[in-house]
């Protein structure tokens, strides 16, 4: 009986750890969507804002002569927006998303090299885009910026937003849901920093800015909670399913 008994307990738990692993691959892939779903939907916008750019765009330099090089850089902005688009329909994981983010910049980057071939002017240097809100467009200076709770540091910013931090205002920063709270993007945990990767990531020390620009911002503590919680998940199917199977035996 004894031996049985052994039997008995042994497959409890061998089907307890087939359980768990499958609540904890359940939890995580709900865990990835809710993840995801919130920066796909801000991918989407941008990819929207910069469609609704170039509409803008196109009636600005119409009837104008373009040279050789503003088509061609007209062209490569086009480009851009349907690289995004197609990108777009492929996101799978937020690290996605920072491809799109990429294509992004780098189609703004052509519409101000167009810009500045049809003033006659020389083409803009290539600097990152508004730190507040990458949609604003190419950066124009750095501005020294305090977030709340954090430190100092200079960060790009289009002429407005440089305007209003000097001024002592709010930047018109780009929002994103958390839970039930609206808060910069860049605060928003570690699934934002392929976005913001995408479009800092080209410029060197943009990304040792994002990784202590705010608590919990793109991992630290928030990575750290994400870790907990794994092991408490699984600690908890674990004992769900030893529970379980064992409510069947009459010891």
Do not use: W
């Not at 200079?154 to 780009?174: F, H, N």
């Not at 919990?216 to 750290?224: L, R, V």
């Amino acid at each position: 009986m004894g031996g049985i008994l052994v039997l008995l307990v042994l497959a409890a738990l061998v089907a307890a750890a087939v359980v768990a692993g499958r609540n904890a691959k359940v939890k995580d892939a709900e865990r990835a969507e809710a993840e995801l779903a919130p920066v796909r939907k801000l991918a989407f916008e941008d990819i929207t804002a910069l469609g609704v750019e170039l509409q803008d765009f196109d009636a600005e330099v119409a009837g104008q002569e373009l040279d050789a090089g503003a088509l061609a850089d007209y062209q490569r902005a086009l480009d851009a927006y349907e690289a995004a688009k197609t990108a777009g329909d492929r996101i799978a994981a937020p690290d996605d998303v920072g491809d799109i983010t990429t294509i992004l910049e780098d189609g703004r980057y052509a519409m101000a090299c167009v810009r500045a071939r049809v003033a006659g002017e020389p083409l803009p240097t290539r600097r990152p885009p508004c730190f507040f809100d990458p949609r604003h467009g190419l950066s124009v200076r750095d501005v020294a910026f305090t977030p709340p709770g954090g430190t100092m540091r200079d960060v790009p910013a289009c002429e407005l937003d440089a305007e209003r931090v000097e001024a002592g205002a709010d930047p018109d920063t780009r929002q994103v849901m958390v839970g039930t709270r609206r808060v910069p993007y860049y605060d928003g945990g570690r699934a934002y920093a392929p976005y913001a990767a995408g479009y800092f990531g080209g410029f060197g020390p943009m990304d040792a800015m994002f990784m202590g620009m705010m608590f919990g911002a793109f991992g630290g503590f928030d990575a750290i909670g994400g870790i907990g919680e794994g092991i408490g998940d699984l600690g908890d199917g674990i004992g769900d399913g030893i529970g379980d199977l064992f409510d069947g035996f009459d010891f």
